[in-house]
């Protein structure tokens, strides 16, 4: 079955340090993969995106993700926090047979002052 | 540029009512469209998704429908609500050409169920 994982519930870093928010996935052939913001009572907000190409992907609000195909991650990286961070953050998968995507089960992101 | 567009954004229903939830996408033409359930803040189940008018694909049976009357319009509705339908309601589209492959979400819809 193709699918994400995120397996932290829950990430807590202080206020410009660097964070990661884990995800690893399961696809069959090349994988295309997401990274999406959601703050309270908002929709999903996209990030970033890997399709081909560097395995090191930038995004929006200087977030980064690195493509690790021998270990199947992409984990969300940023190299300072700011307490705006705080969001829960969703990692996803296209899905090869019909184009659509699942979703990891989101972490949530706290960044303390 | 492309926009999508969610009414209302916030509902409050009883046990038994019909419901109807509205999604508009502008800026493009024949995109595919999603709804989505978040339960408790959390992960995303897909409801129904639609490629074309008419189109409609259930992913998971339930109380809940969805229509596509016009290319850009795609509506949730149930006859009777329970309590479990509770939740916040998300319509996507999917992107074409420099956007293809990604999905893109309205504001959502908070549906509290009593």
């Known amino acids: 079955a193709q699918s994400v994982a995120q397996p932290e519930d829950q990430v807590n870093v202080a206020e410009g340090n660097p964070l990661t928010v884990k995800c690893t996935y399961s696809v069959s052939g090349n994988p295309y993969l997401f990274w999406y913001v959601q703050y309270p009572n908002r929709g999903l907000q996209f990030l970033l995106k890997y399709i081909t190409g560097d395995n090191l992907v930038k995004g929006s609000y200087g977030f980064e993700a690195e493509f690790n195909k021998s270990q199947t991650s992409f984990h969300l990286k940023k190299p300072s926090a700011l307490v705006s961070d705080s969001a829960l953050y969703f990692c996803?998968?296209?899905?090869?047979?019909?184009?659509?995507?699942?979703f990891g089960a989101g972490t949530r992101l706290t960044v303390k002052p | 540029s492309q926009t999508i567009h969610q009414w209302p954004a916030t509902l409050v229903q009883p046990v038994g009512s019909p419901l109807s939830l509205e999604c508009t996408v502008e800026g493009t033409s024949n995109p595919n469209l999603y709804w989505y359930r978040q339960a408790a803040g959390r992960g995303l189940q897909l409801l129904f998704y639609s490629v074309g008018i008419g189109q409609i694909s259930s992913e998971v049976p339930q109380n809940l429908s969805a229509s596509r009357p016009q290319d850009r319009q795609f509506i949730l509705s149930s006859k009777k609500l329970l309590l479990s339908d509770s939740g916040f309601y998300l319509c996507?589209?999917?992107?074409?050409?420099?956007?293809?492959?990604?999905?893109?979400f309205g504001p959502g819809t908070r549906l509290t169920v009593l």
């Open positions: 996803a998968v296209r899905l090869a047979y019909n184009n659509d995507m699942r």
């Open positions: 996507a589209w999917r992107g074409t050409g420099l956007r293809a492959n990604t999905q893109y």
